[in-house]
């Protein structure tokens, strides 16, 4: 296995979490708060894909999924432009509302294709570029790849462990 094959592995993992997470939900579970601050499965999900599509173009020099393939329009939250859910209020979580789970996994399937195609090239030696110097050390391309997989499998777990108890509250 070489070093794109298995960023590919850990991001296809993620794909097989949030599919998971928001499998037959409906609209007004995706929404739920098992608490009135609690974050929601449909703004874990947003979130976590948006962060995937901010960071992953960001390294690939490119533009945003969200912002280039009509993402933004579809979901139409009254959002800035390039947000993605880093540092949000309660009331700014209950605003990402969808009316179906495809709309999340449609989006996040877009991000994935974008992040595998990216992948698909790097080499050991590409990872030990620095691609953020505010912090020390300076965050080179293997770590950031690797955050967001971290980042991303924790939101997910997060909303599949929300999934759960809706689930148990459905019997």
């Known amino acids: 296995m ?11 993992r993620i794909r097989e979490a949030v599919y998971g997470a928001v499998e037959d939900l409906t609209a007004e579970e995706l929404a739920e708060r098992l608490d009135p601050e609690a974050n929601t ?7 976590l894909t948006r962060v995937q599509d ?3 173009a960001e390294v690939a020099g490119r533009e945003q999924v ?6 933004r329009d579809r979901f139409d939250l009254p959002f800035a432009a390039r947000t993605i859910g880093y540092g949000q209020s309660a009331r700014d979580v209950a605003k990402v509302k969808v009316a179906d789970p495809a ?3 449609g989006y996040y399937d877009a991000v994935h294709a974008a992040t595998l195609d990216y992948l698909e090239d790097l080499t050991d030696d590409d990872l030990d570029r620095v691609v953020d110097e505010r912090w020390d050390p ?7 790849l690797t ?6 499998l924790q939101h997910a777990g997060q909303a ?5 108890i809706l689930l148990l509250r459905r019997r």
């Open 2 to 12: 070489n070093t794109a094959e298995l960023l590919a592995d850990g991001y296809g």
């Open 41 to 47: 499965v449909a703004w874990l999900i947003w979130h």
């Open 54 to 56: 901010d960071h992953v």
């Open 66 to 71: 969200w912002l280039t393939d009509g993402w």
């Open 103 to 105: 709309l999340l996994t």
């Open 138 to 144: 300076p965050v080179t391309l293997g770590v950031r």
């Open 147 to 152: 955050s967001v997989i971290s980042d991303d």
């Open 160 to 164: 599949a462990f929300i999934r759960g």
